[in-house]
């Protein structure tokens, strides 16, 4: 133990936590589609905190005087089948689109995570049973899936995000478990057994620490599939209800119009697209940024980054 210790600590040039995050912060600032889909994140998150500054009229007010309208200086997008600003409706909706997608993501990643950690350290029935399961959920379409939780729940935000976390852990799980099943090789996992050290303290001490960057990874890649599988259900019906406004409550409503007010359909679809193309690039970007074998393509050199994560978690 103390030699193996002292193997990993006896080159000072080794760089620390802080060290690695800056390394990576770095790369990803270098990756340009990472940096074009975050400046579109960014712009989608401040459309979405500050959508009553930024919406011209309430997106909830009737003007049937006006339905279904083009373009025009008091309504830029048109107005919808009730005489309601689409512009408005457009930039409200962003709030519950990525709303449901950031809550679903979040409690599949924390289901999944845990799944997978237990299942790849502690292996043996314990892991087959698991993988079993997990492979049962994987095997079922998604859409099908949903649309059966949804119609026994009732249409609404909340059967959309229990869904979706319902079908959305698989994927952490199974990378998750992947990687613990790796790292709990490694010769400091080893020596704190030999220590004695609860499995609980070395699931969350030493293992989760040293496989975050794929679950960073796939968190943010699902999270443009979870506001895909969101905007699908809304399109045919299941969604938020009326008159809350998401992208793809939006979607479905404007279809019936598409050749009447083009736009009543384009609008929220082109943001949809743009969401999952932001998450899609950014994830792109963190996977590069967080692998050092793919950072070497951008120029930046990991100075041991690689090494890094073993010594990090033997030293503390």
Known sequence: MNAHRHSYTIDASLPGPRSNAWTAFFTLMKHKVALAGLVILL?????????????????????????????????LLGTDDVGRDLLSRVIFGSRATLLMGALSTFFSAVIGVLIGLVAGYKGGIVDMVVMRITDTFMC?????????????????????????????????????????????????????????????????????????????????????????????VSFLGLGVQQPTSSWGNELRIGYSYLEVVPLFS???????????????????????????????????????????????????
């Open 140 to 232: 079922v379409p998604a859409l099908v899936l949903m649309l059966v939780i949804v119609s026994a729940l009732g249409p609404g935000m909340q059967s959309i995000v229990l869904s979706i976390t319902i079908l959305s852990w698989t994927w952490f799980a199974r990378i998750v478990r992947g990687q613990v099943m790796l790292v709990r090789e490694l010769p400091y996992v080893e020596a704190a057994n030999a220590l004695g050290a609860s499995g609980f303290r070395i699931m969350f001490k030493h293992l989760l620490p040293n496989v975050m960057a794929p679950i960073i990874v796939t968190a943010t890649i699902a999270l443009g599939g979870n506001i895909m599988l969101e905007s699908a």
């Open 43 to 75: 712009g989608l998150l401040f459309m979405a905190v500050f959508a009553p500054v930024l919406a011209p009229s309430d997106p909830n007010e009737q003007d049937l005087y006006h339905v279904l309208e083009g373009p025009s200086l008091k309504h």
């Open 266 to 316: 384009l609008a929220p679809g082109l943001m949809i697209t743009l969401a999952v193309l932001a998450f899609n690039f950014i994830g792109d970007g963190l996977r590069d940024a967080l692998d050092p074998r793919l950072r070497s393509s951008l120029g930046i050199r990991g100075n041991g980054y690689g090494r890094a994560g073993g010594t990090n978690a033997v030293v503390k």
